[in-house]
C-alpha cells in the first residue's frame, strides 16, 4: 500500500520510469534530526539505500497534531500550529549538489494530489530541514496559492490521507525561479534527477487519539 502511494505521488514527472520503483524507498524509524549532529549518525543495514528519515513520525504512521493547517489558510476549520516535521536523509548519491523536498496528499480529489510544501535549493551539504520558516532555502507555492508550508486539512471524516515526503537528489546546484509551484519545479529538474526516497504520513480529522 505505502509503496503504491510513493510510486503515485512520482508517476507525474515519470521519476519511476527514470528511476526504477526500487530506487524510490522510505525507511520506518526515528533518527535524530537536529541539524549537523544528523549527519553522524552511522550507516546501518536499514539506512544503506538513500533514506529519508523523521523524529517526528514513523513511515507509514501518523503524523503528530502538530503539523495541522491553521492561520489564514485554515479558514477557520483547520486551527493547528501549522508546524512542519523534522527530515533528515541518509546516503546521499555521489555527485548529487542539491535537493529539492515536497509533500504531497495523495488522497486529495484532485489531479495529481494537493502539494504542502515544495522546498528547493537545499545544498548538498545540508541533508534536512528543521521546519518551515527556518531553512534559508527557496520555498514554492503550495496548492493553498501560499509560499512555504501549509498542513494537513482533511475533510473531518475521520478517514486518513496519506502525505508523500519526497527528497530529490539532483545533479545540478541551483534551480533558478522565486516561489515555483510543484508543476513549475517537476519541469525543471526533470532531467537532473539521480534518486529520490520517500516517507508516508497520515493524518485524519477529528484528530486520531
Avoid at 113 to 128: D, E, Q, S
Wanted: hydrophobic share 40%; charged share 10%; glycine share 12%.
Amino acid at each position: 500500500m505505502i509503496k503504491t502511494l510513493r510510486a503515485r505521488a512520482l508517476l507525474g514527472l515519470g521519476v519511476v520510469t527514470l528511476l526504477g520503483s526500487g530506487l524510490v524507498a522510505g525507511t520506518a524509524g526515528t533518527a535524530s534530526a537536529n541539524g549537523p549532529a544528523a549527519s553522524r549518525v552511522s550507516r546501518d543495514a536499514a539506512l544503506d539505500p538513500f533514506t529519508v528519515v523523521s523524529p517526528d513520525f514513523r513511515d507509514g504512521g501518523f503524523l503528530p497534531p502538530s503539523v495541522e493547517l491553521g492561520g489564514p489558510a485554515g479558514q477557520g476549520v483547520c486551527k493547528g500550529e501549522n508546524s512542519a516535521p523534522k527530515l533528515s536523509w541518509y546516503n546521499v548519491p555521489a555527485g548529487t549538489k542539491s535537493f529539492t523536498m515536497t509533500i504531497t496528499d495523495v488522497d486529495a480529489p484532485v489531479a495529481g494530489g494537493w502539494h504542502h510544501w515544495v522546498v528547493y535549493n537545499i545544498p548538498a551539504n545540508h541533508p534536512w530541514l528543521i521546519g518551515h520558516g527556518q531553512n534559508p532555502f527557496s520555498e514554492g507555492t503550495t496548492s493553498f496559492g501560499t509560499t512555504g508550508y501549509g498542513g494537513p486539512c482533511p475533510p473531518p471524516t475521520g478517514e486518513p490521507h496519506h502525505y508523500v515526503f519526497t527528497v530529490y537528489a539532483l545533479t545540478v546546484s541551483h534551480i533558478s525561479g522565486a516561489h515555483l509551484t510543484y508543476s513549475q519545479l517537476m519541469t525543471k529538474i526533470a532531467a537532473d534527477i539521480q534518486d529520490a526516497t520517500s516517507i508516508v504520513g497520515l493524518f485524519s480529522l477529528p484528530l486520531n487519539s
